[in-house]
């Protein structure tokens, strides 16, 4: 063997052996270093972590009836990578699931291991499917919110998304409450990912509380059914209605119209979903001469029958002239809100000091939350004395220049009804968890007027009721208070107030039941008429009248 020969051997010889070396230190390091990688690997190959889904809480009414609950349902979902016709597959997945085929075809040959094909579809759904067997095509069990009652409370229980998170309403307002807590399970899959068994390892899911509720399902329903009937008939734009105990501050219904329905998200228009009695402020008009009153008969300057000119019906005021709906001359106290006169207000004001009236819109908190449990509360509009104008004094006690929702006006009224007491205003009574419920309910109501002077605006509205622009909400039989109010509203584009636009508002409590219950509805732009005596009284009458035949039938 020549030099050269054996030169090039012992080159080979020691490359394999450096080769080799090499190998053996990588072998090491991989078996000894990354043996838990690799293990964490192959089990990721043999098992697959599925959650399980915790079960969102109820939402009950006070008699226990289920507003919203969450049911059983299926998922689709599918691995592309196993699928090898994806134009049939998502050929029979459109026709049975009502999918558009372009956009599953797009999904199916997307270079990824897990796509959604549908989420909550019906045990029905899933069976038919499932009979074509198709490749890379699983199921997963599922949760899908449900409202046996569709439309009724709408507005005010909202909605979830698809992984059922509150969005709207109670459903968003009582969220971490509600939903539940997911748990995991590990699936062992054979050879070709097929799930063959589950695992001991289990995390288990956990549900949610449920809410109870101090609404009224059957309440509820009369106040849906006749301010939707109103709002038709007047061919109004909207409006709302609620009925609270005045003592406590129990809502028993929160009505708004338009409406909607929560199993059908797909139809839902952003405008329905509004809790319009919650977030929408407006000019009350003359409903909101119930604080002159309180602050009239708190500061003690006028008996019922002391005398106030009116003007007969046409005052100057600082920028503008302050008109009545009718001609008056001489009125009582008492009759200038019987009759609803702006002037007389107006007055009543001047003599009380603008600077008195201001501090009772603070003592009964307007322009602040009320604290409801509800989202999007519009805390109203009550400026401060220092930006008032000229004007403000005179037009401010008659609800112009100032903003507020239905619930502040309610809130408003039961200061008279319960002897003085402002109220928190809420749905929610408790929560139920693992067996047992605890009580949710504001405990503290605030003291801002004297029982004496509540009770002495208590008499006056009841006769604004039974003598003056209230008559329509009368019941025979029975002590109802109240006002009314008809509200020209402002037009920003004309930048004055509009002559064709109104709001009908009329808030009253009935005195004599057990609790004192507080019932206000307000109608947004009505046509046929709109004055809130002839629109929205009537409305109150019809829902006061199924109230106090329901409450004292079932004896609270």
Same mark, same amino acid.
């Given at each position: 063997?020549?030099?050269?020969?054996?030169?090039?051997? +012992?080159? @080979?010889?020691?490359?394999?052996?450096?080769?080799?070396?090499?190998?053996?230190?990588?072998?090491?390091?991989?078996?000894?270093?990354?043996?838990?990688?690799?293990?964490?690997?192959?089990?990721?190959?043999?098992?697959?972590? *599925?959650?399980?889904?915790?079960?969102?809480?109820?939402?009950?009414?006070?008699?226990?009836?289920?507003?919203?609950?969450?049911?059983?349902?299926?998922?689709?979902?599918?691995?592309?990578?196993?699928?090898?016709?994806?134009?049939?597959?998502?050929?029979?997945?459109?026709?049975?699931?009502?999918?558009?085929?372009?956009?599953?075809?797009?999904?199916?040959?997307?270079?990824?291991?897990?796509?959604?094909?549908?989420?909550?579809?019906?045990?029905?759904?899933?069976?038919?499917?499932?009979?074509?067997?198709?490749?890379?095509?699983?199921?997963?069990?599922?949760?899908?919110?449900?409202?046996?009652?569709?439309?009724?409370?709408?507005?005010?229980?909202?909605? %979830?998304?698809?992984?059922?998170?509150?969005? !709207?309403?109670? !459903?968003?307002?009582?969220?971490?409450?509600?939903?539940?807590?997911?748990?995991?399970?590990?699936?062992?899959?054979?050879?070709?990912?097929?799930?063959?068994?589950?695992?001991?390892?289990?995390?288990?899911?956990? !549900?949610?509380?449920?809410?109870?509720?101090?609404?009224?399902?059957?309440?509820?329903?009369?106040?849906?059914?006749?301010?939707?009937?109103?709002? +038709?008939?007047?061919?109004?734009?909207?409006?709302?209605?609620?009925?609270?105990?005045?003592?406590? =501050?129990?809502?028993?219904?929160?009505?708004?119209?338009?409406?909607?329905? $929560?199993?059908?998200?797909?139809?839902?228009?952003?405008?329905?979903?509004?809790?319009?009695?919650?977030?929408?402020?407006?000019?009350?008009?003359?409903?909101?001469?119930?604080?002159?009153?309180?602050?009239?008969?708190?500061?003690?300057?006028?008996?019922?029958?002391?005398? @106030?000119?009116?003007?007969?019906?046409?005052?100057?005021?600082?920028?503008?002239?302050?008109?009545?709906?009718?001609?008056?001359?001489?009125?009582?106290? &008492?009759? %200038?809100?019987?009759?609803?006169?702006?002037?007389? *207000?107006?007055?009543?004001?001047?003599?009380?000091?603008?600077?008195?009236? #201001?501090?009772?819109?603070?003592?009964?908190?307007?322009?602040?939350?009320?604290?409801?449990?509800?989202?999007?509360?519009?805390?109203?509009?009550?400026?401060?004395?220092?930006?008032?104008?000229? +004007?403000?004094?005179?037009?401010?006690?008659?609800?112009? !220049?100032?903003? %507020?929702?239905?619930?502040?006006?309610?809130?408003?009224?039961?200061?008279?009804?319960?002897? =003085?007491?402002?109220?928190? $205003?809420? *749905?929610?009574?408790?929560?139920?968890?693992?067996?047992?419920?605890?009580?949710?309910?504001?405990?503290?109501?605030?003291?801002?007027?004297?029982?004496?002077?509540?009770?002495?605006?208590?008499?006056?509205?009841?006769?604004?009721?039974?003598? =003056?622009?209230?008559?329509?909400?009368?019941?025979?039989?029975?002590?109802?208070?109240?006002?009314?109010?008809?509200?020209?509203?402002?037009?920003?584009?004309?930048?004055?107030?509009?002559? #064709?636009?109104? &709001?009908?508002?009329?808030?009253?409590? @009935?005195?004599?039941?057990?609790?004192?219950? *507080?019932?206000?509805?307000?109608?947004?732009? $009505?046509?046929?008429?709109?004055? =809130?005596?002839?629109?929205?009284?009537? %409305?109150?009458?019809?829902?006061?009248?199924?109230? @106090?035949?329901?409450?004292?039938?079932?004896?609270?």
């Amino acid at each position: 063997m020549n030099k050269k020969y054996k030169k090039r051997t +012992t080159n @080979i010889y020691f490359a394999f052996i450096i080769l080799f070396l090499v190998i053996s230190a990588r072998i090491f390091y991989l078996q000894v270093f990354r043996s838990n990688f690799f293990q964490g690997l192959a089990q990721d190959q043999r098992y697959r972590l *599925v959650k399980l889904q915790g079960r969102r809480g109820d939402i009950l009414d006070r008699r226990k009836r289920i507003l919203s609950k969450s049911i059983s349902c299926y998922s689709v979902f599918a691995d592309p990578f196993l699928i090898s016709n994806s134009e049939a597959t998502a050929d029979i997945l459109s026709t049975n699931l009502d999918l558009f085929k372009d956009s599953l075809l797009f999904k199916l040959n997307k270079k990824k291991r897990f796509v959604w094909v549908k989420r909550k579809i019906s045990w029905e759904e899933k069976e038919k499917v499932k009979a074509f067997k198709l490749d890379g095509v699983s199921f997963i069990r599922d949760e899908k919110r449900f409202y046996p009652q569709t439309n009724l409370l709408a507005s005010v229980l909202g909605i %979830v998304n698809i992984d059922n998170q509150g969005l !709207e309403g109670l !459903e968003f307002f009582y969220n971490d409450y509600l939903r539940g807590k997911d748990g995991w399970v590990r699936v062992l899959r054979d050879s070709v990912s097929r799930e063959i068994i589950f695992s001991p390892q289990i995390i288990s899911p956990q !549900e949610g509380a449920n809410i109870v509720l101090s609404i009224d399902a059957q309440i509820q329903y009369w106040v849906e059914e006749y301010l939707e009937e109103t709002i +038709t008939d007047f061919k109004a734009a909207s409006g709302s209605a609620l009925v609270m105990n005045a003592l406590n =501050g129990e809502l028993l219904a929160l009505a708004n119209y338009p409406s909607f329905n $929560p199993n059908e998200l797909g139809k839902i228009l952003p405008e329905q979903m509004r809790n319009r009695a919650v977030s929408d402020m407006f000019e009350p008009g003359s409903v909101f001469k119930i604080v002159t009153l309180l602050a009239a008969v708190n500061e003690d300057k006028f008996t019922d029958q002391d005398k @106030i000119f009116c003007e007969n019906g046409k005052l100057k005021i600082p920028g503008t002239i302050l008109h009545d709906w009718k001609s008056y001359g001489e009125l009582s106290f &008492r009759e %200038v809100f019987m009759k609803s006169s702006n002037i007389g *207000v107006a007055k009543i004001v001047q003599a009380l000091g603008p600077d008195v009236f #201001s501090s009772y819109l603070k003592r009964l908190e307007l322009g602040r939350l009320t604290g409801v449990d509800l989202p999007a509360e519009a805390k109203g509009s009550a400026k401060e004395m220092d930006k008032w104008s000229k +004007t403000s004094p005179y037009i401010i006690p008659i609800g112009q !220049e100032i903003g %507020v929702n239905l619930l502040q006006l309610a809130r408003t009224f039961a200061v008279v009804a319960n002897g =003085g007491y402002l109220v928190t $205003p809420h *749905v929610a009574t408790s929560i139920c968890s693992q067996g047992s419920c605890e009580s949710i309910s504001p405990k503290t109501r605030k003291k801002v007027i004297p029982t004496f002077a509540a009770n002495r605006a208590k008499d006056i509205l009841i006769s604004v009721v039974s003598e =003056g622009t209230g008559k329509r909400a009368q019941v025979k039989g029975r002590k109802i208070g109240g006002k009314t109010g008809t509200a020209q509203k402002y037009d920003p584009e004309i930048k004055k107030y509009s002559p #064709s636009k109104y &709001r009908a508002t009329f808030v009253g409590f @009935i005195a004599d039941s057990n609790p004192p219950l *507080v019932i206000g509805v307000t109608v947004d732009e $009505p046509r046929r008429s709109h004055f =809130g005596g002839v629109v929205a009284a009537p %409305v109150f009458k019809r829902i006061a009248q199924k109230v @106090i035949s329901y409450t004292e039938g079932l004896g609270n």
